[in-house]
């Protein structure tokens, strides 16, 4: 919580008022993104999530799959994932909470370029209009 001081003075210097305000905002995740919306397995996709809120959030990527990759008390969290198995692809979440309700949170979505694909691509030749 920020706490802000505003000093009065009065007409007597014996009955100058100080007073206290207590402030705090619920966590807002203001970013979600990735390096890619797609990829293959064998590639590292960076996930970034940006959030603001009084006290300071914590932030808190998962899997597709529900574990947790890593939680950091911070505006901003950035880890990278690297696509081993089938089952890296899907929904990523960050979420965002400071203790204040609710907590805020955002999905990214990293779909799967199948294997089969990326060996068609490299066997295709392709030409340019000239």
């Excluded at 007409?11 to 305000?21: Q, V």
């Excluded at 950035?78 to 089952?87: A, F, P």
């Excluded at 199948?114 to 340019?128: G, I, K, P, T, W």
Aim: charged fraction near 20%.
């Amino acid at each position: 919580m920020k706490r802000v001081c505003c000093y009065t003075p009065s007409l007597s210097s014996l009955l100058d008022t100080e007073f206290y305000f207590n402030f705090s905002d619920p966590s807002s995740i203001k970013e979600a993104t990735s390096s890619a919306a797609k990829s293959w397995i064998g590639q590292t996709v960076t996930l970034k999530c940006v959030s603001d809120g009084v006290p300071t959030p914590t932030l808190t990527w998962y899997k597709p799959d529900g574990s947790q990759i890593n939680s950091i008390t911070s505006t901003q969290n950035t880890v990278n994932v690297i696509m081993s198995v089938d089952q890296d692809f899907g929904d990523y979440k960050c979420v965002a909470d400071n203790g204040l309700t609710p907590a805020d949170s955002k999905i990214v979505k990293i779909e799967q370029i199948s294997r089969f694909f990326l060996s068609q691509c490299q066997n295709d030749v392709f030409y340019a209009d000239s």
